[in-house]
């Protein structure tokens, strides 16, 4: 297959663009910066430039005649109470996380529809089901993206084209050292450090990106997917089927003691 991945310079993207190019498929890897791998082709691009992104799928298309898979995984993490966020960064974050993930669709589907087949994951997470304390337009921007997700179903799947969310928990990478953090002012400050320290004890304790891998790979061997699929561990998974069934007051009772709140 010809697989076009991004955010391929580090962390899930890189070990995904190694992976799929090991197991012989034509692996494009998009990042701002260039990636030296023998098994995939580094395009250095910003996907938040559409121009950019424009110019990236004219170059894999000077070699492949068919775009079978877009994996939109390029993304950043923020942290922060909701009252310290300025819109400059929340436009950050979501001009990354959001239209970042859209223009890179745009520029894929017509060669998608053109050979009538096409799928695209679009890496969300675990707490897009549910806002995050001190990560609350992180949860918004990935929720965002699934709800653009659900809507793109409807509207490709006459050309055999399959997209969907797949939620990640915690996977052990370097996202902390890339997280936009706000200023955070003194009425937050002492419950912030505690969560953020907590945070990130999280994502060292997380999943290894070989194991999203391997399921990725198990995802494009099915024929037909779901809306929604979700990956991580069991404690992380388990609060968005308790979301939908607890009273919220329980539900948030929960989520305070998993985030040392209490």
Known sequence: MTIIITGT???????????????????????RKHTESQYFRSIPTDVTDNAAVQNAISEVLKTESRIDVLINNAGMGM???VEDSTKEDILKLFNLNLVGAVQ??????????ENKFGKIINVSSIGSEMGLPFRGFY?????????????MRYEVYP?????????LGDIKTNIAENRVRTQVSTPYKSVFDKVYALMNSHVGD??????VATYVENLLN?????????????????????????????YENLM????KLD
């Open 159 to 167: 050309w055999n084209i399959d997209v969907c969310s797949l939620h």
């Open 9 to 31: 310079s580090s962390g899930i993207g890189f070990v995904l663009a190694e992976y799929f190019g090991k197991k012989g498929h034509k692996v494009y890897g998009l990042s």
């Open 104 to 113: 890179m669709m745009s520029a894929v589907l017509p060669k998608m529809r």
């Open 79 to 81: 942290v922060g109470a």
């Open 256 to 259: 305070k003691k998993y985030n």
């Open 139 to 151: 949860s918004a921007s990935k929720s965002a993206l699934d709800k653009v997700t659900e809507a």
């Open 222 to 250: 099915k024929n037909k997917w779901k809306a929604h699929y979700y990956f991580g561990k069991f404690g992380q998974k388990i609060g968005v089927p308790l979301k939908w069934v607890l009273p919220q007051g329980t």
């Open 206 to 211: 997380g999943t290894e990106p070989l194991e």
